[in-house]
């Protein structure tokens, strides 16, 4: 079957680095999202992999690497608004997301 | 007004009610999908449609029928829901072929089964 794994819950400080993985097994991959979400909120898009490497926008980064099926983004100086589950989502070979159950992140200052 | 806006934002109905979500996308894109989200649970994909077609169906309860009559607009009709369909139920939209596949999602419509 098809499966996303990501840590239910993580803490981290204000101003500090938080890294929140996604591990994945698909039939097919065409490519990585992560998305954010605020409670009671939509999910936003923050970012899409499909080549291996690292993707850089501004505090965030996100990381692929498809032979290993893992991924990561990396949320730098962390602020407050960063409190928000994060979505990890795989587009398996018929084009459809598959997501994982989300990562709570909690910021104290 | 822009992106995707759903309505009603809250809605609570008994198990012999008859309701509807509606999902409007200003975006110009060619798909439309709803979701359902269960605390702590993966996102749950319902209904595809790609230009007005239907092209997924995850096996989803009659007792939820999708409807859309254009591709701006998505509907969900509810009937004879059980507590268990509780959710937040989220509409989203993207366009086929583009680079990034990248869905724009809608606030949702918090449902309660009673």
């Known amino acids: 079957g098809q499966n996303i794994d990501q840590p239910t819950e993580m803490t981290a400080t204000e101003g500090a680095i938080v890294q929140i993985n996604c591990t994945y097994q698909t039939s097919g991959f065409n490519g990585l999202f992560w998305y954010q979400q605020h409670a009671g909120e939509a999910p936003t898009f923050l970012s899409y992999?499909?080549l291996d490497g690292l993707e850089e926008k501004g505090r965030f980064s996100s990381f692929l690497s498809r032979s290993k099926g893992y991924s990561y983004l990396l949320l730098k100086e962390l602020q407050m608004k960063d409190s928000a589950s994060y979505l990890c989502?795989?587009?398996?070979?018929?084009?459809?997301?598959?997501w994982g159950a989300g990562t709570k992140l909690i910021i104290k200052p | 007004e822009t992106g995707v806006t759903q309505t009603p934002r809250h809605l609570v109905m008994g198990m012999t009610n008859k309701k509807s979500l509606k999902c409007e996308q200003h975006l110009g894109h060619n798909a439309m999908y709803w979701y359902k989200q269960s605390a702590k649970k993966p996102l749950e994909l319902m209904f595809v449609y790609n230009f007005k077609e239907q092209t997924e169906n995850n096996s989803v309860p009659s007792r939820f029928s999708p409807e859309c009559p254009n591709s701006s607009h998505l509907f969900l009709h509810l009937h004879t829901l059980q507590p268990e369909d509780s959710a937040l139920y989220l509409c989203?939209?993207?366009?086929?072929?583009?680079?990034?596949?990248?869905?724009?999602f809608g606030p949702g419509t918090r449902l309660t089964v009673t």
């Open positions: 992999n499909v």
């Open positions: 989203a939209s993207s366009q086929e072929g583009a680079s990034s596949y990248e869905q724009y």
């Open positions: 989502a795989v587009m398996d070979s018929n084009y459809q997301l598959i």
